[in-house]
């Protein structure tokens, strides 16, 4: 393994993912090799000249059109209708693909109101959440009679590729892409970053701050409505 090896490495990673997830395939090796100079099974470090730097994760969202051709995409074939559903309830929900998936119908709540939510504990951390379902997720809970059709995550991920290809969608779609919408959306209703925070399950603001990507049209809408108040 040399200096030149790793850098040939790290660019092909870098034709497929984006910088923080080839920072984190490299910093696998450098572990590996690290070991190796620890235990005299290496005398030169290649990684002496390479800095890995992380950089700011760049996270991928659907706008509210994207997300609505998804709604409204119907092919007539009942895993791919069932797998658009599962994405819609996630998008109007934040949650992840593992906390979707050991829902049950009594994990739904219901305010005196009519607004449904989930309040749970994180499979991954632990952490609490309050998840408040949005309109066309309950749609989708009420057509199921509050029981999901759940199927594996490596399926639901290679269906909606498929759906993907079908709408002619330039983003990737996979299940996790749906979370980081519910939370721009919300971010782009004016609901607070701590309030957001809270939904998903996260320990700190700085986690959610990731997902505070406003679209154009919210800029604008928030300037001139700002500046027609005086």
């Known amino acids: 393994i040399t200096n030149s090896v790793i850098l040939d490495y790290m660019?092909?990673?870098?034709?497929?993912?984006?910088q923080v997830t080839v920072v984190g395939y490299t910093q696998k090796i450098k572990t590996v090799v690290q070991f190796a100079l620890d235990n005299d099974r290496m005398r030169i470090n290649p990684f002496s000249t390479i800095h890995l730097r992380k950089g700011e994760k760049n996270v991928q969202y659907l706008t509210e059109d994207e997300l609505e051709r998804i709604r409204t995409f119907d092919t007539h074939n009942n895993s791919l209708n069932r797998v658009r559903d599962l994405f819609i309830f996630q998008a109007s929900s934040g949650l992840s693909y593992t906390d979707m998936e050991k829902l049950s119908p009594s994990d739904f709540q219901k305010t005196t109101d009519g607004q449904y939510y989930i309040h749970d504990s994180r499979r991954k951390t632990g952490i609490t959440?309050?998840?408040?379902?949005?309109?066309?997720?309950?749609?989708i809970l009420k057509k199921y009679n509050?029981?999901?059709?759940?199927?594996?995550?490596?399926?639901?991920?290679?269906?909606?590729?498929?759906?993907q290809n079908l709408i002619g969608l330039k983003k990737p779609l996979y299940t996790h892409i749906a979370r980081h919408t519910?939370?721009?959306?919300?971010?782009?209703?004016?609901?607070?970053?701590?309030?957001?925070?809270?939904?998903?399950?996260?320990?700190?603001?700085?986690?959610?701050?990731?997902?505070?990507?406003?679209i154009q049209s919210s800029i604008l809408a928030e300037v001139q409505e700002a500046f027609d108040k005086i």
Request: glycine share 6%; proline share 3%; net charge positive.
């Open 182 to 214: 519910y939370a721009t959306r919300c971010l782009n209703k004016g609901i607070r970053l701590e309030v957001v925070a809270k939904m998903l399950g996260h320990s700190t603001t700085k986690l959610t701050q990731h997902y505070a990507k406003l």
């Open 11 to 18: 660019a092909s990673l870098g034709n497929t993912y984006d």
């Open 146 to 163: 509050f029981k999901l059709p759940m199927i594996s995550n490596q399926k639901m991920n290679l269906y909606l590729k498929t759906i």
């Open 129 to 139: 959440y309050t998840a408040v379902i949005l309109p066309e997720g309950v749609e």
